[in-house]
């Protein structure tokens, strides 16, 4: 294992993520350096296709890095606590060699991409063990566009192995396609990730690109398209810029017709939002976790300072206003409006609930169990599903192959117009479950096989709130 030693923790991350960099591009093609070094803000390195193909060798294995000045005990993706994101097209082919070197069994799951589950594709059911490799094999559909990410799927070990640092974000070029006012804007990627550093208060650290608290500038006027990723293990976001709205168009990889605006986005573990941000008058201002409330029996965890948005130099050429992007429209037609006028094949319901003690979660009052198929689905069907959680805590829904439409939370009609493939379902309160109806479609014929559905909350995930899946013909 090789130990690093830094003079500064940010002059350690640029040196580290120039590093990575180099090593993947060996392997595959184009290195994307670091922007904005100067101000503490990097995207992170890219690594983007060729000729319609990304090959990738991946390490897992023990590593010592720092994160905010303390050392860590972790395990990383070729040594690297923010990997390169991997960069594709529709259609293009990804395949990936993971190496296990961990000491003890690992997988990989593509999170978002709706591609297939078996053999060697998005197969959460395979085990590597110490020692072993293997080859992923995906084909990245012909319509999916946005943000992703990748990361183990070892049942029991998924939480320490995701807090350990073994996440990396995928790209599926073509926003731009869909909104075109996207063209020639200057893009921040933002993955974070939280570490406890040892804390037993939920002080975590979280990161931004693996920094702490950077600065992200921005001109007075000028419109940036971020997109954002909360990869880590179990915390939640809440996510605001102080003075400044976010312009919401995506979610999880699926856009919506018209731009939102948003004061403040949640961001549960695993979901992603792709959104524009205009810069205000000159000025800093606080880019921030505010407080949240996971758990109704606990006090709000605390917020948390995740850098500084300064706007400052010359203002725009021709300033974007609210009027402007709150007129944007998408290009091409969305999925919503003919999976709403789908006809619903079955209606289920599956309820989340925990132990007194929160050692074990539950979905249908069963733990995960690998070998039994809890649900089967006929494909072309599309299903009307509830979700009720009758704990404490907020639960993360997530489904790996396919998305779904948020129709009701608490029974009144959600306004947000896009699919997702994670959403926080409410905790229960004064004695009622929190609930969330869903439209779900298994329509595409990529899909068929055996997956997973679970709670994103991954430490909950481990402890039992997982059920199988399998999509036949």
Not at 25 to 48: C, E, I, K, T
Not at 165 to 177: A, C, N, R, T, V
Not at 218 to 230: C, D, L
Not at 433 to 449: D, K
């Amino acid at each position: 294992m090789q130990r690093q030693r830094r003079r500064t923790p940010q002059s350690n991350l640029r040196l580290l993520l120039v590093c990575a960099a180099i090593i993947f591009g060996a392997a595959a093609g184009q290195v994307s350096r670091p922007a904005d070094a100067a101000s503490g803000f990097a995207n992170p390195p890219m690594l983007s296709s060729h000729d319609g193909r990304l090959h990738i060798d991946l390490t897992a294995a023990p590593a010592t890095y720092t994160i905010d000045g303390h050392q860590v005990q972790g395990m990383l993706y070729n040594g690297a606590y923010v990997p390169p994101v991997w960069r594709l097209r529709p259609g293009d082919s990804l395949t990936v060699t993971l190496h296990n070197r961990l000491g003890e069994p690992t997988n990989l799951h593509f999170l978002g991409l709706n591609v297939s589950p078996l053999g060697d594709g998005d197969n959460v059911f395979l085990h590597i063990q110490t020692g072993s490799d293997l080859t992923y094999k995906i084909t990245i559909p012909e319509k999916h566009i946005g943000l992703f990410w990748f990361h183990p799927h070892m049942h029991g070990d998924v939480d320490r192995q995701i807090i350990g640092g073994m996440s990396g974000g995928i790209i599926i070029e073509g926003s731009d396609h869909l909104y075109p006012f996207l063209r020639n804007l200057t893009e921040r990627v933002i993955l974070f990730k939280h570490h406890p550093i040892g804390r037993p208060d939920y002080q975590e650290v979280v990161t931004v690109n693996g920094a702490v608290a950077p600065t992200i500038p921005i001109r007075p006027g000028e419109a940036q398209f971020w997109m954002m990723g909360n990869i880590g293990a179990d915390r939640f976001l809440r996510v605001k810029i102080e003075g400044m709205a976010f312009y919401l168009i995506g979610r999880d990889g699926y856009f919506v017709p018209r731009p939102i605006r948003m004061d403040e986005l949640i961001l549960g573990p695993g979901q992603r939002a792709s959104a524009i941000v205009v810069g205000a008058n000159p000025g800093s201002y606080t880019f921030e976790s505010v407080p949240f409330r996971f758990d109704n029996r606990q006090p709000p965890r605390p917020g948390v300072n995740l850098g500084t948005v300064v706007s400052q130099g010359p203002p725009a050429q021709a300033p974007a206003t609210e009027k402007q992007v709150l007129g944007l429209r998408v290009s091409s037609p969305l999925y919503v409006d003919a999976l709403r006028a789908s006809p619903i094949a079955n209606r289920r319901t599956f309820t989340f609930s925990a132990s007194p003690d929160k050692s074990k979660f539950f979905i249908n009052d069963k733990v995960f169990d690998e070998k039994r198929t809890d649900v089967t689905v006929r494909l072309g069907d599309t299903e009307e599903w509830t979700i009720v959680n009758q704990d404490s805590q907020y639960h993360d829904f997530h489904i790996h192959q396919t998305g779904f439409l948020v129709t009701e939370v608490n029974g009144v009609t959600t306004q947000f117009d896009g699919l997702r493939d994670t959403f926080s379902v409410p905790p229960a309160e004064n004695g009622r479950p929190g609930v969330a109806r869903l439209i779900v479609p298994f329509t595409n014929p990529q899909i068929v096989g055996r997956f997973v559905f679970h709670c994103h909350v991954v430490k909950h995930e481990d402890k039992g709130m997982m059920q199988t899946i399998e999509v036949r013909r």
